[in-house]
């Protein structure tokens, strides 16, 4: 149980095109989804939080215009990486949590890896 | 905010070898901990899950513990395998989202 998928698994794109990942739970509905980044030898970071029917929050320093996310439905994230360029390409995961309380377990997916050419 | 350090942040050890990874945070506000396993190029394997009013957690060959009021926790490995070559992360949940450290990566010849 409590399984999260990502996908693409892996994508790469020209610079200045938009990609859209997706972050389903495929076995739990999750009111709170995370996604997180991570460059290479880094620790992940949280980019922003998502929660069903609402917007997004954002961490200091991640541009809200540039990385869209839509939580539509209780299974479904997706993170829009607009206008992409080389320094975007990173490993985007995310994690989905039932109702996103403090201290709550979090599950999470397989990642996305990013290149922008 | 939760500063999370890991130690080493490389490790080489021989088969068979008991090992200890370390991981030290700033904030003993914490709801729980957790010690992860990541895969070259892969997601992330949740190992140990330690709630803050644990001491320790174990699987198989794998030891958490936890100490809050030092901000330390360790992950014990013991009888290291070649499959056990991989990235270790650990993880502090002060909030809503996890706050990880970089890491250990660790190589069993």
């Known amino acids: 149980g409590a399984v999260v998928s990502q996908h693409p698994s892996r994508v790469i794109c020209k610079s200045g095109t938009s990609v859209k990942i997706e972050c389903r739970s495929l076995?739990?509905?999750?009111?709170?989804m995370f996604w997180y980044r991570q460059f290479p030898k880094q620790s992940l970071m949280l980019m922003a939080t998502s929660n069903e029917g609402s917007k997004a929050t954002y961490e200091q320093g991640v541009e809200k215009d540039k990385f869209l996310i839509n939580h539509a439905s209780l299974t479904l994230s997706t993170l829009t990486v607009t206008s992409a360029h080389p320094e975007d390409s990173s490993f985007y995961i995310c994690s989905a949590s039932v109702s996103g309380g403090a201290g709550e377990t979090q599950y999470f997916g397989p990642g996305t890896r990013l290149l922008v050419l | 905010k939760q500063e999370v350090t890991q130690i080493p942040a490389a490790l080489s050890v021989p088969e068979g070898e008991n090992l200890v990874l370390n991981c030290s945070f700033t904030?003993?506000?914490?709801?729980?901990l957790q010690w992860f396993r990541q895969d070259p190029g892969k997601g992330l394997t949740s190992l140990l899950l330690i709630q803050s009013s644990q001491r320790e957690q174990t699987s198989g060959r794998l030891n958490a513990s936890l100490d809050k009021s030092s901000g330390r926790s360790t992950l014990y490995i013991a009888a290291s395998q070649p499959g056990d070559s991989a990235t270790y992360l650990c993880a502090m949940g002060s909030g809503y989202a996890l706050n990880f450290g970089k890491g250990t990566s660790l190589l069993v010849t």
């Open positions: 904030d003993s506000a914490i709801y729980n």
């Open positions: 076995d739990f509905q999750a009111t709170t």
